[in-house]
T-cell receptor
């Protein structure tokens, strides 16, 4: 049973639209992360959070933004989607140094 | 820049053989190490963690850590076609509360 949930699982959207990818976890973890991964390629950290009202940019520059108003919720928003944003987006959470739990991911296609 | 290095593969082994996956890391102060399995199109799944020098066994999987040589390995005994996946090595960075991932090794188990 998944303890971290991402919705939607798949999303196809037109250029210029605003989108929000949802991520929620029930484990009470303070630390949450967003990764971007293209098929067959490595993971790239784009955002992370140490706790409520804490957000940081990751190693890969991204036009997306995140918020952390509640411990369990860490949504990612793209104000104006472009075809270059087409990718898989993975959300994860962890306790300190105990390994990530990943969500199932959102596969985004911008047409 | 802290780094985690893996051979991208593919590593091909016959069914029933031992698969050996290796990972080296640059930060000598690292304390926590993880192996994830990622099937094509799916999110990574944590399969092993190791914190002390030596071997840690879990079923068909054995993780090996050598901090002096800065490498961690994963052995898969009696490899099955269902083990075919990409295996990601990750190291916990206690300075930034992030995991540093290798690029992954693709394993193919041939029936």
């Amino acid at each position: 049973e998944a303890d971290i949930y991402q919705t939607p699982r798949y999303l196809v959207i037109g250029t210029g639209k605003k989108i929000t990818l949802e991520c929620s976890q029930t484990m009470g973890h303070d630390k949450m992360y967003w990764y971007q991964q293209d098929p067959g390629m490595e993971l790239h950290l784009i955002h992370y959070s140490y706790g409520v009202n804490s957000t940081e940019k990751g190693d890969l520059s991204s036009e997306s933004t995140v918020s952390r108003i509640r411990t369990e919720h860490f949504p990612l928003t793209l104000e104006s989607a472009r075809p270059s944003h087409t990718s898989q987006y993975l959300c994860a959470s962890s306790e300190v140094s105990e390994g990530y739990t990943f969500g199932s991911g959102t596969r985004l296609t911008v047409v | 820049q802290k780094e985690v290095e893996q051979n991208s593969g593919p590593l091909s082994v016959p069914e029933g053989a031992i698969a050996s996956l290796n990972c080296t890391y640059s930060d000598r102060g690292s304390q926590s190490f993880f192996w994830y399995r990622q099937y094509s199109g799916k999110s990574p799944e944590l399969i092993m963690s190791i914190y002390s020098n030596g071997d840690k066994e879990d079923g068909r999987f054995t993780a090996q850590l050598n901090k002096a040589s800065q490498y961690v390995s994963l052995l898969i005994r009696d490899s099955q076609p269902s083990d075919s996946a990409t295996y990601l090595c990750a190291v916990w960075d206690s300075g930034t509360y992030k995991y540093i991932f290798g690029t992954g090794t693709r394993l193919k188990v041939l029936a």
